[in-house]
C-alpha cells in the first residue's frame, strides 16, 4: 500500500492534463474576493498536486515503500520541473534549452551520486554482517574451549 501511495506521488502533478482531456479547464471567475480574481483550474490542479505528492511520499517512506518507488517520483521530480521551467522560460527559447540542459546535468548528477552512495552503503552492510558472524563464530569457538 505504501508503494501504491508513492507512485501515485509520482503522478499527481500530471493529472491537470489527465482532467483537461475529459473536462473543459477554463478560467473560474470569482467576483467578490480580493487578489486574483481568475483561477486557472489547471494551474489549480497542478500546484495543489504537489503537496499532496509530498504527504504521499512521507507516508510511504514512513511504512516501508519499496525501494524502486523511489526512481519513479525521481523521474516526476525531473518532469515536474521541466514543465516549470517551460512555463517560466515560455518566451526565451535560448534560456529554455540552457535550463534543460542544466537541469537534466544536476538529476544525472543526483541520479548517479545516489547510485554510488547506496552500493557504497550496501557494501558496508555486508562487510558489517560477516564481522559480525565472524565474531559470532569466534566466540562460541572461544566459549566452547572452557
Not at 52 to 79: K, P
Amino acid at each position: 500500500m505504501a508503494t501504491i501511495l508513492v507512485l501515485l506521488s509520482s503522478f499527481l502533478p500530471f493529472l491537470n492534463n489527465l482532467i483537461k482531456n475529459f473536462i473543459d479547464t477554463e478560467s473560474i471567475k470569482f467576483n467578490n474576493i480580493s487578489g486574483a480574481r481568475n483561477l486557472d483550474l489547471d494551474s489549480a490542479i497542478f500546484f495543489l498536486a504537489m503537496p499532496v505528492s509530498y504527504l504521499f511520499i512521507a507516508i510511504g517512506g514512513r511504512y516501508g515503500a519499496h525501494r524502486y518507488s523511489f526512481y519513479a517520483v525521481y523521474v516526476s521530480c525531473y518532469f515536474q520541473l521541466m514543465f516549470i521551467v517551460r512555463f517560466i522560460f515560455l518566451d526565451k527559447n535560448e534560456i529554455y534549452i540552457i535550463t534543460q540542459i542544466a537541469l537534466l546535468a544536476i538529476f544525472l548528477l543526483i541520479g548517479i551520486l545516489s547510485i554510488i552512495i547506496g552500493r557504497y552503503y550496501s557494501n558496508l552492510e555486508a562487510k558489517n554482517e560477516y564481522l559480525n558472524k565472524t565474531l559470532d563464530r569466534y566466540s562460541s569457538i572461544l566459549r566452547g574451549k572452557n
